[in-house]
């Protein structure tokens, strides 16, 4: 064990111990359950805090201003729903679906030498190794350089040989490393519509998927994009959610990369 | 056997706790991962009373007795995420905080203990939800990785990744503080 695992060891368990403390500080010492509200189960126990009244005035305010915006675009439309009109661009078959809109970076590009690929990345990113999945699988975050470490937008994998079995490049996350949806939207229902193309990533032929996530509440789209090579050796990258930054970079890396053959 | 409140013990076997008593003896264990979640205590004891309320509605539906605990477990994580979600919604309109989305801090923010809960709670609230929900998941409620993959719907390379991130992130915002 160096210094450096030590110290990292001594501030997990430093971070274990206030977690702990924090929570016993807020609950106080161990007591019996108070006893079973059966009423519980049926209308809702609410507390009505002081933000409520102030809270359902602006919502009710939000409403009209919303419903009447609304009725202008629905009728500036032909009284079509935004939502349900949404489809997915026309699958390529040979390149990335041009919609949503994507920015390639311009300019020379930092190229890093990873497990025997040669990535290309948009200039002043790096690769920094994460010690996340098992199995084998070797996972880097691709980001600008100076990026805070604790999001990552974007993430390349070199899939082990003991997760190859699971991994489906035509699943969200393939299956086993991506996020569930109530990420993306909360636990609200979230209309999924999927974009799929046959791409080249790195020299080798990919699959690539875009999973366009639309919120309800909060009207928010999110677009999940991942590339596979699903034959070994395998390799994939995933951003979710992404933006036309995320999306551009994954371009140029698909692009000028090259992967091991298989 | 018929739990206090009427319900009968699921028929997976003669030693399989009632209602009662997974709620008796689970009820604290799920406060203080409640607490740990939404870091107010109120809260987290609306939160699980509504996973035990959620419980009892399905209490009849359990495959087996072990899937009780799993269920509350998920359902606590849930309502924690909605009652988040709620905070930031309120706060958002009311502007009760600042843009850190800290809450204020602690009366005695003099005492040490007091400023390095504040501390943690101020470099928990800028961590991803995930990373937050495993952090809290491991350490207050000391699961294995199958088990917060299952009460956050993760897969388990996923907890190890928003376990590894989340400690690295906060090494980074705690710094030398620690």
Redo the contacts between chains.
Sequence with gaps: VNDSEFE?AD??A???E??????D???GP?????P???N??GP?RT?R?S?VM??LA?ACVAAVVAGAVGVTRVVASGGDDPAATHRPAPSATTGVPTSPAAVVPKGTPTVVALDGATIALPGGWVATP??????G?H?WCLQPEGT?????GLALYHVGTA?QAEFDAGRE?F??????P??LC??EPSPVTTQDAQVSFGGRAAEYRLFDHYCRASGQRHYVVQYAVADSPVWAMLAEPSDATTRGAMQLIARDSTLPAS | VVSQVGRAAPSAGDDAPSFDELYDSMWWPMLRLAAGLVDDRAAAEDVVQDAFAALYRRWDALRTPAAAVGYLRTSVVNASRSALRRRMTARRYLHVVGDDGVTEAPADASSVLAAEHDMVRSALARLPDKQREVLTLRFIAELSDADIAEATGLSQPGVRSASSRGLAALRTILGGQL
Aim: with cysteine; net charge positive; aromatic share 8%.
């Design positions: 990292a501030v997990e430093r971070v274990r206030l977690f702990v403390e924090r929570v500080a807020q609950v161990r007591r019996p359950a108070p079973f509200d059966p519980r189960v809702r507390r805090a933000w102030p809270l602006a994460v010690n996340g999945p098992a199995g699988t996972e805070s470490a604790d999001v990552c997760q996350g299956g086993v490393l991506g996020d569930p109530q990420y909360g636990n």
